[in-house]
């Protein structure tokens, strides 16, 4: 499954509304986000069409740096806000799918109001609607 997930990566990164996904250390960076239930794929016809990788950060009580939310990468403690560092997605079925397998690992997500989701856009980290992201799963 990892190759067609980085053959997958290697194909759409420079596609979307950002570069995202390291190429030097795609493997292991999959492998490592695979490892630790960081990582969300789809496939429909044994071909990946979704691969999003998320993980918890812990709460902040101004919005973080970059350098702050990769040093808290699965951060263990509740409550806590999640990070979504890298997402290819083709389709909005696979988005949905995605997002649903998301909110089952991470229940906090639709559960907790006080639960907050990150990315980055650019040099900056934003704060993401999650209502409207939770609803992508619908």
Not at 49 to 66: A, R, S
Request: proline share 4%.
């Amino acid at each position: 499954m990892l190759e067609g997930l980085t053959s997958f990566v290697k194909a759409k990164r420079n596609f979307g509304k950002r570069v995202c996904f390291d190429i030097i250390h795609l493997e292991e960076w999959l492998k490592w986000a695979d490892k630790n239930g960081f990582l969300f794929t789809n496939t429909e016809n044994c071909k990946v069409d979704g691969v999003v990788v998320i993980y918890p950060v812990g709460k902040f009580n101004e919005t973080p740096t970059l350098a702050q939310v990769l040093g808290r990468c699965g951060h263990k403690e509740s409550p806590t806000d999640y990070f979504i560092m890298d997402a290819l997605v083709d389709n909005a079925l696979a988005r949905s799918k995605i997002c649903t397998n998301i909110c089952l690992k991470f229940p906090l997500i639709e559960t907790d109001p006080s639960c907050q989701l990150w990315c980055q856009k650019g040099d900056k980290i934003i704060k993401l609607s999650k209502p409207h992201t939770i609803n992508l799963k619908n």
